[in-house]
């Protein structure tokens, strides 16, 4: 089934972008609950039912910076950031760090608190050299992130100032904590001072250093709390009310104007909701289309909520998720996706089938709204990039995010990949969903992992029963019909969720992980603390210790999803 993206009246991107108005454009902002509006007429007016939730979000707003040097003239352009901690002339000597890759890497946030890497904590023999930033403001060049921010604020600093490697600022946020905070993980939040300035005035700032010692003077606000959201989602209903359904979503709200992030992306969402909507009776499964609020200040407040809200429906219903993101880039020229085992071919199949290229999928990350992982759904996004040589997404999460940036060729490119997806996740007999893959996958990397860890951990049995289930999964698949009862669709989606779950979640289907990127697995990423460190060492026993556990939740996972395969095998 194709679905081309065409419409008689297609939304105008104005509707959907925050070009009427100068400065950040933050969830509530009143251009956001206007297209808000827009959304529920113009998919009301197409017969769609659209269910608008009010609710507080925990969002946190970045005010303004002022960075002054006393005795001079000199008061570069400065911005602080979503999650930062609030000051109000702060006055410390300045301490040059270098680059965000001198840092020494001694922390990393991969759980519930802060913990150890492989080489230590601060002040061990590991690192007899670090800095003491006791009653300083640090001068470091990067972008602000949660790991530097965490790192100096541990180093002793009273504030940081973050030198864009660009003559530009790019709003960002520093906390970890994904959605609203909860007693698990709100001592996470900083509560360090944080001002980015642009390079040339990093600059200035180091010739003054190279002079003598520099005083600066610092205030950054940024308000932090509790603030009403609104979140529109449109339903297409599938044959039964009981019928699976995939669910498609991108962020609303936007720094700035956000013409590419997100308002291409929240258009091409409508002109797909009206064109399956006028379909739906050649629907085999049902089609929610989402606009998440609260991406930007509240870290995914909006799609963290959906999920806590609504579970148990998601994980008896849904069948894959499907994420809008920075569509119609101006001059975009590769094409790539982000995608779990299960879907990868999906996603190989139809870039090749749509615009003859080929992709490689990389697993999921920590970022665009992926709220969906503990849930154990299966995840798909196209990307479409602009070439570092033609000056990459230079303009991201700044004001020059204008409706200029974005291309309606490259609009109209970037969404006939996902009705085509979409297209084959909701209207073909069988979920394309390859379930070997994901076996296969979870497989190769209990192999490295044991390579890694040596005789200091036995993964044999996990290996083992990943190779059980791959063989049954292989039968299962074999044994499937051309055309199969919607329910099987569900099973096929059980199988992989406890998979699902290890691969791509640490703290496991309810608490959502910090918002830091660790990779497929990241259970067993601790087997490079037994490589890196002495079997006598508190660290290296720790580490086991964390490593036994995981390897009993990875060999529960195995035995679950096999106990699935063999019952689907005999309902079949």
Same mark, same amino acid.
């Given at each position: 089934m194709r679905i081309a993206f065409?419409?008689?009246?297609?939304?105008?991107?104005?509707?959907?972008?925050?070009?009427?108005?100068?400065? %950040?454009?933050?969830?509530?902002?009143?251009?956001?609950?206007?297209? +808000?509006?827009?959304?529920?007429?113009?998919l009301e007016e197409e017969g769609i039912r659209v269910e608008v939730d009010s609710f507080l979000g925990y969002v946190s707003d970045p005010i303004s910076a002022r960075i002054e040097v006393p005795g001079t003239d000199f008061a570069p352009e400065a911005i602080t950031v979503s999650g930062s901690g609030s000051v109000e002339d702060l006055q410390r000597p300045l301490v040059d760090l270098g680059s965000l890759d001198d840092l020494p890497a001694f922390l990393t946030d991969t759980? &519930?608190?802060?913990?150890?890497?492989?080489?230590?904590?601060? =002040?061990? &023999?590991?690192?007899?050299?670090?800095?003491?930033? *006791?009653?300083?403001?640090?001068?470091?060049?990067?972008?602000?992130?949660? =790991?530097?921010?965490? #790192?100096?604020?541990?180093?002793?600093?009273?504030?940081?100032?973050?030198?864009?490697? &660009?003559d530009r600022l790019n709003e960002l946020t520093?906390?970890?904590?994904?959605?609203?905070?909860?007693? $698990? !993980?709100?001592?996470?939040?900083?509560?360090?001072?944080?001002?980015?300035?642009?390079?040339?005035?990093?600059?200035?700032?180091?010739?003054?250093?190279?002079?003598?010692?520099?005083?600066?003077?610092?205030?950054?606000?940024?308000? *932090?709390?509790?603030?009403?959201?609104?979140?529109?989602?449109?339903? +297409?209903?599938?044959?039964?009310?009981?019928?699976?359904?995939?669910?498609?979503?991108?962020?609303?709200?936007?720094?700035?104007?956000?013409?590419?992030? !997100?308002?291409?992306?929240?258009?091409?969402m409508l002109e797909l909701a009206r064109a399956f909507s006028r379909h739906q009776d050649r629907l085999k499964r049902g089609l929610l289309v989402a606009w998440w609020p609260g991406h930007?200040?509240?870290?995914?407040?909006?799609? $963290?909520?959906?999920?806590?809200?609504?579970?148990?429906?998601?994980? $008896? %219903?849904?069948?894959?998720?499907?994420?809008?993101?920075?569509?119609?880039?101006?001059?975009?020229?590769?094409?790539?996706? !982000?995608?779990?085992?299960?879907?990868?071919?999906l996603a190989r199949s139809v870039v090749t089938e749509e615009v003859g290229d080929s992709v490689d999928p990389r697993p999921p990350g920590r970022n665009s709204d992926q709220s969906f992982n503990g849930v154990g759904l299966p995840l798909l996004q196209f990307n479409h990039y602009r070439l570092q040589e033609d000056g990459g997404y230079w303009w991201w999460h700044t004001p020059q995010?204008?409706?200029?940036?974005?291309?309606?060729?490259?609009?109209?490119?970037?969404?006939?990949?996902?009705?085509?997806?979409?297209?084959?996740?909701?209207?073909?007999?069988?979920?394309?969903?390859?379930?070997?893959?994901?076996?296969?996958?979870?497989?190769?990397?209990?192999?490295?992992? #044991? &390579? +890694?860890?040596?005789?200091?951990?036995?993964?044999?049995?996990? +290996?083992?029963?990943?190779?059980r289930l791959l063989e049954a999964v292989e039968d299962l698949e074999a044994s499937l019909p051309a055309s199969h009862d919607p329910a099987v669709d569900r099973a096929l989606v059980a199988i992989a969720r406890p998979l699902h779950r290890v691969l791509y979640t640490l703290l496991g289907p309810y608490h959502p992980d910090p918002a830091v990127t660790q990779g497929a697995l990241p259970g067993l990423r601790a087997v490079e603390m037994l490589e890196a460190n002495d079997p006598d060492t508190d660290r290296h026993r720790f580490a086991l210790t964390t490593l036994l556990r995981e390897r009993a939740r990875i060999l529960e996972a195995l035995d679950e999803s096999h106990s699935r395969v063999l019952a689907l095998l005999q309902d079949l």
């Open positions: 065409l419409d008689p009246e297609p939304a105008q991107a104005s509707d959907l972008t925050g070009d009427a108005a100068p400065g %950040r454009s933050l969830s509530p902002d009143p251009g956001e609950n206007a297209a +808000i509006d827009y959304l529920v007429r113009a759980g &519930e608190r802060l913990v150890l890497d492989a080489r230590g904590p601060p =002040g061990s &023999e590991d690192f007899p050299d670090l800095p003491d930033l *006791t009653g300083m403001i640090a001068l470091v060049t990067g972008t602000p992130r949660p =790991g530097p921010v965490i #790192q100096i604020s541990r180093l002793g600093a009273d504030g940081a100032i973050f030198v864009n490697p &660009e520093t906390t970890t904590v994904w959605g609203a905070p909860s007693l $698990r !993980n709100y001592h996470r939040i900083p509560d360090l001072p944080v001002a980015e300035v642009k390079r040339s005035d990093g600059a200035r700032l180091r010739a003054m250093l190279q002079e003598g010692p520099v005083q600066v003077r610092m205030s950054a606000e940024t308000r *932090t709390g509790w603030k009403p959201l609104r979140l529109a989602v449109a339903h +297409i209903p599938g044959p039964t009310p009981e019928s699976p359904f995939v669910l498609a979503g991108g962020h609303l709200d936007s720094w700035h104007h956000g013409g590419t992030d !997100n308002g291409g992306a929240n258009v091409a930007s200040n509240g870290r995914y407040a909006g799609s $963290r909520w959906f999920v806590d809200h609504r579970f148990d429906e998601l994980r $008896r %219903r849904a069948v894959a998720y499907v994420n809008f993101e920075g569509l119609g880039q101006m001059g975009a020229k590769r094409f790539g996706a !982000n995608a779990t085992g299960s879907l990868a071919g995010d204008t409706r200029d940036k974005v291309d309606a060729q490259v609009l109209k490119t970037d969404a006939d990949l996902y009705a085509a997806a979409l297209a084959r996740l909701l209207a073909e007999p069988n979920l394309p969903m390859d379930l070997s893959s994901v076996v296969e996958r979870l497989g190769s990397l209990l192999a490295r992992r #044991q &390579e +890694i860890a040596g005789s200091d951990l036995d993964l044999g049995k996990a +290996i083992r029963q990943q190779e």
